[in-house]
């Protein structure tokens, strides 16, 4: 059966479907989805309107498929999209051709690191919640390393190499010439926990400093003592698109990270980073109080 369609797709002038669509390309076949549900259609009625067949319709809407920008504007026209500034967002996402520096790990790092790389690097404005350890676009060499002589099973030392050159490659991210915003909420258990030893932790923290003087950077600090504060477990990464439809919230598990874009989560953590900040201190008091951990070591 999988042999017959794939034969059909080719037949049609169709690619094969990609075995490992990255979360971009699946976000964009998400949002034709729940554009094509918001008009009432099934998957077969809106693959007849632009000349297509359900199996090359169920392709694009998993982004195993391409679809190019000309046909994503005739889906939305059919679908009585009125929102532009989705269809154009989509449109340009649609246009992009090739991956960015990341699929040079294609096959080294998982699927789920280059997601986060790619969601960065198209990310508007970024916010992140963190309780535990400094934000990874912040992170120094020493202290990614530290990180990762904790993990079971160790892995192998190239795997090490490759994934502390991956996180700081991503960092540069913040020095584009027009670079996003990045606004980090961190919890004063994240600067006083050393992953490694002192010296690493001390040289984090001033790297820290130096990071929050940048005017793309804001970095606020929630400290032991404020009153009420009970999201010491809570942290995430809040990506913002081109439009609010396309927001991406990264969280990480154990076993991976996950991303969500359904308009209840966002929602969620929109509000979550929003409670947290309540909570901070002022930029200027979080860099004197990180300098204060930090001459404390």
Request: overall charge neutral.
């Amino acid at each position: 059966m999988a042999v017959q369609q794939t034969r059909d797709s080719l037949r049609g002038g169709h690619m094969p479907p990609r075995t490992q669509p990255t979360a971009r390309r699946r976000r964009l076949g998400a949002e034709l989805r729940r554009m094509r549900e918001a008009a009432g259609m099934t998957a077969r009625e809106a693959a007849e309107l632009i000349g297509t067949n359900p199996i090359q319709m169920s392709h694009m809407e998993a982004g195993k498929a391409g679809v190019s920008e000309a046909r994503l504007r005739r889906m939305a026209s059919q679908y009585a999209c009125l929102d532009d500034a989705l269809v154009d967002a989509l449109a340009a996402m649609a246009g992009e051709r090739g991956g960015g520096w990341w699929e040079e790990y294609r096959g080294t790092l998982s699927h789920g690191a280059l997601d986060l790389a790619e969601l960065e690097h198209f990310a508007a404005r970024m916010r992140t919640l963190q309780a535990a350890y400094v934000p990874g676009l912040l992170q120094t060499e020493r202290y990614i390393r530290g990180l990762q002589s904790y993990r079971l099973p160790k892995p192998p030392e190239s795997h090490s190499e490759a994934l502390t050159a991956f996180r700081r490659r991503r960092a540069e991210v913040l020095d584009r010439e027009s670079p996003p915003r990045f606004e980090a909420v961190i919890h004063e258990s994240a600067l006083r926990t050393r992953v490694a030893d002192r010296a690493t932790a001390r040289e984090q923290l001033i790297y820290l400093l130096e990071q929050s003087e940048r005017p793309n950077v804001d970095v606020r600090v929630i400290p032991f003592a404020a009153d009420g504060f009970g999201g010491s477990g809570d942290s995430m990464l809040y990506a913002d698109g081109p439009v609010s439809k396309l927001d991406t919230v990264q969280i990480d598990a154990l076993h991976g990270l996950f991303l969500l874009d359904a308009e209840s989560q966002l929602v969620r953590y929109r509000a979550l980073f929003k409670k947290a900040v309540t909570f901070s201190l002022g930029i200027d008091e979080s860099r004197d109080f990180i300098k204060r951990v930090a001459e404390e070591l």
